[in-house]
């Protein structure tokens, strides 16, 4: 009898402290370590440019080497310093860091009169052949603003935005701004009517190796294709060509999961965004119909060597993931709550084990917690660009991980979201949400206010 007292008394003041503390029920042990071991806690401007922690033998001085040849200005040739030539002959830019500033999250323009560097676009006509987008013949692959002397730089683009208003069920209005994208000054003649352009702006880059970490049936294991169990959502993984591999693997990179390893899409981002050639794409940026492009003098072939793009591929992998903040602050828990209730979770999967990596053995094995399942889905024709990448069509995007993302201001000093940054905030990002994401979206438009800012801070949180 006395026992039994007891334990009605433990209950009773357990379900009292429930219900002064809402959200306490979605506490989870840990949860502050989003990257598990590769987690750093530093709210500073710093956030995302620190190693994994957890990385063992030389791969630290191998990350401040990386660090080094990200940060580095590339130029043109010929060069006294041929180690850093190459520049071009067209490029976006002359360093990684220029968009991927501070290992942040680039923005679009502030004014139509600002050209764009953070936001590069990627061009192709329609088809498809053996997997790959068809460049175009006067453009290649990407729109590149900018040119080494003696080479006509591609033109120019002006962003223009147009506005389109909404409300909650509430009734509180909100404004969603609509981007245009004006191309003018082309030096190598007008776009072709077909041509397929796909803004997208530059990710923060913290935790690719543990993305790169989890194994191919894990992501596949997400997947629901035919939407079999009828929820709504059908994501399904992109493939793509895997150059080194020499076959399609998993796409985990790019906002349409269009790369398949940190590699491949660091070459990539060398050749296409700064014109600096590499064992994986040997060839110039150079277009198809760009003749003085082609016979500008090169850096050497490649240009860039293994043993440099081994560094900075390292780099890229080993950002080490922010740790959470406010973690256990009771609105924050209240938000992470609503998150899972009202379908966020269904692709920002909130954890997931890693298996094992090639290169990175530290990465193996790691409960971690992306908010990805880096998985396609639908987006609908709010925010398609209408350009196939792989086996993605023209309105599926990847789920982008979450984690890092309520730090992006205090690193990058702007809140602009979605792949082409048109959301202006956190809020706005949700509202774009459409095709399998229109029914969360639904549900976080009838929330009220105090539900809506505490999903927003749950967000801030991560
Ligand atoms: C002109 C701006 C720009 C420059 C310069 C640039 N990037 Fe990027 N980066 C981007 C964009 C945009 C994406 C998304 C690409 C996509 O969706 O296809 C990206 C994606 C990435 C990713 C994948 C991130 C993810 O979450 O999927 C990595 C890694 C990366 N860049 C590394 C680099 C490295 C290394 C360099 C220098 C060699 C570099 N980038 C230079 C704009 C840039
Ligand atoms: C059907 C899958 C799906 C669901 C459900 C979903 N999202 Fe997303 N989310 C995405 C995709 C895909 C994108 C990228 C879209 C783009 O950039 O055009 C995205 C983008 C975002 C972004 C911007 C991320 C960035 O890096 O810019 C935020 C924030 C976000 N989602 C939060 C949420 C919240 C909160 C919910 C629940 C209300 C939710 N999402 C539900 C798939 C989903
Ligand atoms: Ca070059
Ligand atoms: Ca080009
Ligand atoms: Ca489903």
């Known amino acids: 009898m006395k026992n039994y007292i007891w334990i009605i008394l433990v209950l009773g003041f357990s379900c009292s402290n429930e219900l002064e503390q809402p959200g306490q029920e979605w506490k989870e042990e840990g949860e502050q370590f989003s990257g598990a071991q590769a987690t750093v806690f530093d709210q500073s401007v710093h956030a995302f440019g620190h190693a994994a922690p957890n990385l063992t033998g030389d791969k630290d001085l191998i990350f401040v080497s990386g660090n080094a040849f990200f940060k580095r200005n590339w130029v043109?040739?010929?060069?006294?310093?041929?180690?850093?030539?190459?520049?071009?002959?067209?490029?976006?830019?002359?360093?990684?860091?220029?968009?991927?500033e501070l290992d942040g999250r680039g923005a679009p323009p502030l004014t139509p009169e600002e050209e764009p560097v953070d936001l590069l676009f990627r061009l192709s006509r329609p088809g498809v052949v053996e997997w790959e987008s068809i460049p175009d013949v006067m453009y290649g692959?990407?729109?590149?603003?900018?040119?080494?002397?003696?080479?006509?730089?591609?033109?120019?683009?002006k962003v223009v935005y147009h506005y389109s208003q909404g409300e909650y069920a509430d009734g509180a209005p909100f404004e969603l701004r609509i981007p245009t994208y004006q191309f003018y000054d082309l030096n190598y003649?007008?776009?072709?009517?077909?041509?397929?352009?796909?803004?997208?702006?530059?990710?923060?880059?913290?935790?690719?190796?543990l993305l790169e970490a989890?194994?191919?049936?894990?992501?596949?294991?997400?997947?629901?294709?035919?939407?079999?169990?009828?929820?709504?959502?059908?994501?399904?993984p992109n493939y793509v060509y895997n150059i080194e591999k020499k076959k399609q693997t998993i796409g985990r990179f790019g906002w349409k999961a269009n790369q398949p390893t940190v590699r491949q899409q660091v070459a990539g981002a060398f050749k296409g965004d700064i014109g600096i050639s590499t064992s994986i794409f040997p060839d110039q940026p150079c277009?198809?119909?760009?003749?003085?492009?082609?016979?500008?003098?090169d850096g050497g072939d490649p240009e860039l060597s293994d043993a440099i793009l081994d560094r900075v591929d390292l780099y890229s992998a080993t950002l080490a993931v922010p740790g959470r903040r406010n973690w256990e602050n009771q609105e924050v828990l209240v938000g992470k709550g609503?998150?899972?209730?009202?379908?966020c979770v269904q692709c920002h999967k909130p954890k997931v084990t890693t298996g094992k990596h090639e290169k990175i053995p530290e990465f193996n094995n790691l409960e971690i917690r992306p908010y990805t399942d880096l998985l396609l889905h639908d987006m609908g024709e709010g925010l398609a660009d209408h350009r196939p990448d792989g086996l993605a069509n023209g309105s599926e995007w990847r789920t982008p991980p979450l984690w890092g993302i309520g730090m992006i201001e205090t690193v990058n000093q702007h809140t602009f979201f979605l792949h082409d940054g048109r959301a202006r905030n956190l809020e706005e990002a949700i509202l774009w949400h459409g095709g399998e994401g229109e029914q969360s979206k639904k549900n976080f438009m009838n929330l009220n206010q105090m539900e809506r800012n505490n999903l927003i801070k749950f967000l801030e949180s991560l």
């Open 141 to 157: 692959g990407q729109f590149n603003h900018l040119s080494v002397l003696g080479v006509p730089p591609e033109g120019k683009v």
């Open 76 to 100: 043109s040739s010929p060069a006294s310093t041929v180690d850093l030539d190459g520049l071009g002959p067209v490029f976006n830019a002359r360093s990684c860091s220029s968009c991927h």
């Open 287 to 297: 277009a198809e119909g760009q003749i003085d492009c082609q016979n500008a003098m």
């Open 189 to 209: 003649g007008p776009f072709a009517a077909d041509m397929q352009i796909s803004p997208r702006i530059a990710p923060h880059m913290v935790g690719l190796g």
């Open 214 to 236: 989890i194994d191919a049936a894990t992501l596949e294991s997400f997947a629901d294709p035919d939407d079999s169990d009828g929820d709504g959502i059908s994501g399904r």
């Open 338 to 343: 609503l998150f899972n209730q009202i379908g």
